[in-house]
């Protein structure tokens, strides 16, 4: 017979959008809001019971709600809330939240664009026992650097065809998720803090490595946002190339470059600060 082992369900990609228009110019909260449940779902499984099944769609219904009743909020604060609204009702003893913010920039009293590709996140994770955990960060946020990186003294065996290189582009599409210490805290500033120490690292390091660089940004997050004990950094290397425009009799000193979408080395690494708390359950 089969044990049933780890389970959760819950609602995916709530799309959410607030307007505020207390002030002026209007602003938008535009998050994607999934959540995920988790406790004593033996039955549901085993003979299909319900009762302790709370529907995916007053899920959703619940994230408008709470939109509602909370007005503007940090996206911290909303996920911290929806997972503790949660928590305690029959059947459930841990809740995971995910919000994605879509930024928007004013054009007017009442026009926005959309701010790029860029997505700030937010992880909450809240259980009856251990408490509440806070993760958020970014992904899309994207880098580069016209010179000032390198790459050469790599290894080698009879597959190596990669030139060495003292002058190269480097590029990156950054995906960051950071441990919060607690459940308190300035999210907003907290957030535009480790972005930038994101981008001042980036543009300030000499790279010899895009390994050497992720470490340049992982320590100059946890050393000017002190609320935070942990970063966990993706950094995909997007390549430039330079076009060998020799058969049409023209010079290419480091000006024409071929962007290339695949492949792409994918460096990842994670960063912890000295006194980091254990993380329980903060990444699952």
């Known amino acids: 017979m089969a044990i049933l082992g780890d389970n959760r369900y819950g609602k995916a990609e709530v799309r959410m959008v607030r307007v505020d228009r207390s002030t002026e110019p209007h602003?938008?909260?535009?998050?994607?809001?999934?959540?995920?449940?988790a406790g004593e779902m033996r039955e549901v499984h085993l003979s299909g019971a319900n009762d302790r099944v709370l529907p995916t769609d007053t899920q959703k219904n619940t994230v408008y709600?709470?939109?509602?009743?909370?007005?503007?909020?940090?996206?911290?604060?909303?996920?911290?809330?929806?997972?503790?609204?949660?928590?305690?009702?029959?059947?459930?003893?841990?809740?995971?939240?995910?919000?994605?913010s879509y930024g928007w920039n004013a054009v007017g009293p009442h026009s926005l664009v959309r701010s790029g590709g860029e997505v700030r996140t937010v992880t909450v994770l809240h259980d009856e026992q251990s408490g509440?955990?806070?993760?958020g960060g970014l992904r899309e946020l994207t880098l580069l650097n016209t010179t000032d990186s390198e790459f050469w003294g790599f290894a080698r065996d009879e597959f190596t065809t990669l030139a060495e290189t003292t002058d190269r582009i480097l590029a990156t599409s950054v995906e960051a998720r950071w441990r919060f210490r607690t459940a308190e805290c300035d999210w907003a500033l907290a957030f535009a803090?480790?972005?930038?120490?994101?981008?001042?690292?980036?543009?300030?390091?000499?790279?010899?490595?895009?390994?050497q660089t992720l470490y340049a940004m992982g320590c100059r997050v946890l050393a000017e946002v002190p609320e935070l004990c942990?970063?966990?950094?993706?950094?995909?290397?997007?390549?430039?190339?330079?076009?060998?425009?020799?058969?049409?009799?023209?010079?290419?000193?480091?000006?024409?470059?071929?962007?290339?979408?695949?492949?792409?080395?994918?460096i990842e690494g994670q960063l912890l600060a000295d006194d980091a708390p254990d993380a329980g359950p903060a990444w699952s």
């Open 27 to 37: 602003t938008l909260s535009d998050w994607n809001v999934s959540v995920s449940l």
């Open 65 to 100: 709600a709470l939109a509602q009743q909370l007005g503007a909020v940090e996206p911290e604060a909303f996920a911290l809330a929806l997972a503790r609204h949660f928590v305690g009702r029959p059947g459930i003893s841990r809740a995971r939240v995910q919000v994605d």
């Open 132 to 135: 509440s955990w806070v993760v």
């Open 193 to 211: 803090r480790a972005r930038q120490a994101l981008v001042d690292a980036f543009a300030g390091t000499y790279s010899y490595s895009l390994q």
């Open 230 to 266: 942990e970063v966990r950094l993706v950094l995909p290397n997007k390549h430039h190339f330079l076009v060998d425009l020799s058969p049409f009799g023209q010079p290419n000193d480091h000006e024409i470059y071929l962007a290339a979408d695949r492949p792409y080395g994918l």
